[in-house]
């Protein structure tokens, strides 16, 4: 008997991030599970090639720098469909001691991180782009539970995030619009390479060390999102879930 829970077959997801790393690995995951996506970034070629090669008719990419929280409301009325998804994946770091803090890389982090995808949810909720039984993902991290050196902005954003998912999720339970997160380890992506610059390679050395599976790839974070975003987790809202190779678990 064939049963397509884990499929997202008819459904269209509106994804942030998605012309890098993991953000980009999850639009390709949802075009392989059947589904369409609308993907959002600055640097929209190599999406729109992955588009143009795979004939996904019923996807597109959408250049928007979401640091222009001011016009979020025209990106929202230029959707010409509903969503049945929506993955918040765009995100920047900033690596540096809490000693050190500056109020304007804080807001900078913020707008991107957090404050964008409060405008751009509410936006679509009350312009009615979301369709009921749909699933919404953001992308946190293990840095809002755990405290890593030097992450504290970056901490702050994605704490936020998981706070405020649990709220979307009791606001949203009556149109069955469920709302997790996904708190990653290290991936190797463009963002990994940024703290790799930054950091000596005998401190990533120890990190690495530190993580029973190793480090994890994009697809290894892609794959239980569109879980999130597929029926098979109908019952499944308001959670965080680490996802890390045993990092943040495991002595
Ligand atoms: N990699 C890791 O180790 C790791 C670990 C835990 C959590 N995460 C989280 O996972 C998510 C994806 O990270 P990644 O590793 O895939 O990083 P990435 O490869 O650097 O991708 C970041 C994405 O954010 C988008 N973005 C950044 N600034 C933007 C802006 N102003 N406007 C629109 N889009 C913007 C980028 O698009 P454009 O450049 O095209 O604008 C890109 O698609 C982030 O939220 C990150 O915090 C990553």
Same mark, same amino acid.
């Given at each position: 008997?064939?049963?397509?829970?884990?499929?997202? @077959?008819?459904?269209?997801?509106?994804?942030?991030?998605?012309?890098?790393?993991?953000?980009?690995?999850?639009?390709?995951?949802?075009?392989?599970? %059947?589904?369409?996506?609308?993907?959002? %970034?600055?640097?929209?070629?190599?999406?729109?090639?992955?588009?143009?090669?795979?004939?996904?008719?019923?996807?597109?990419?959408?250049?928007?720098?979401?640091?222009?929280?001011?016009? @979020? *409301?025209?990106?929202?009325?230029?959707?010409?469909?509903?969503?049945?998804?929506?993955? *918040?994946?765009?995100?920047?770091?900033?690596?540096?001691?809490?000693?050190?803090?500056?109020? /304007?890389?804080?807001?900078? @982090?913020?707008?991107?991180?957090?404050?964008?995808?409060?405008?751009?949810?509410?936006?679509?909720?009350?312009?009615?782009?979301?369709?009921?039984?749909? /699933?919404?993902?953001?992308?946190? /991290?293990?840095?809002?539970?755990?405290?890593?050196?030097?992450?504290?902005?970056?901490?702050?954003?994605?704490?936020?995030?998981? %706070?405020?998912?649990?709220?979307?999720?009791?606001?949203?339970?009556?149109?069955? @619009?469920?709302?997790?997160?996904?708190? $990653?380890?290290?991936?190797?992506?463009?963002?990994? #390479?940024?703290?790799?610059?930054?950091? /000596?390679?005998?401190? #990533?050395?120890?990190?690495?060390?530190?993580?029973?599976? %190793?480090?994890?790839?994009?697809?290894?974070?892609?794959? $239980?999102?569109?879980?999130?975003?597929?029926?098979?987790?109908?019952?499944?809202?308001?959670?965080?879930?680490?996802?890390?190779?045993?990092?943040?678990?495991?002595?």
């Amino acid at each position: 008997m064939k049963d397509d829970n884990f499929y997202l @077959i008819e459904k269209t997801i509106l994804v942030t991030g998605a012309t890098s790393g993991i953000g980009f690995e999850i639009c390709k995951q949802i075009a392989n599970a %059947g589904g369409n996506f609308i993907g959002i %970034g600055r640097n929209i070629e190599k999406l729109q090639d992955f588009i143009a090669d795979n004939r996904l008719e019923e996807s597109k990419a959408i250049k928007f720098d979401l640091i222009e929280i001011d016009t @979020i *409301h025209l990106l929202v009325s230029n959707l010409s469909i509903k969503i049945d998804g929506f993955v *918040h994946s765009a995100g920047i770091v900033n690596v540096s001691p809490m000693q050190f803090f500056n109020y /304007s890389d804080y807001e900078n @982090i913020r707008k991107i991180n957090l404050d964008c995808v409060l405008v751009l949810f509410s936006e679509l909720l009350q312009k009615k782009k979301i369709n009921k039984n749909a /699933s919404v993902v953001f992308i946190s /991290s293990i840095s809002a539970i755990r405290g890593a050196k030097g992450n504290g902005l970056y901490a702050i954003t994605k704490a936020a995030l998981d %706070g405020i998912s649990k709220v979307y999720a009791n606001e949203l339970s009556s149109k069955r @619009i469920r709302v997790n997160t996904i708190q $990653p380890g290290m991936v190797e992506t463009d963002m990994f #390479m940024q703290a790799q610059d930054i950091l /000596s390679k005998e401190i #990533m050395d120890i990190d690495r060390s530190k993580y029973p599976l %190793g480090y994890g790839e994009a697809k290894d974070i892609a794959l $239980p999102v569109i879980f999130l975003l597929s029926n098979a987790s109908k019952w499944i809202t308001g959670q965080s879930i680490v996802v890390d190779g045993g990092r943040s678990s495991l002595l």
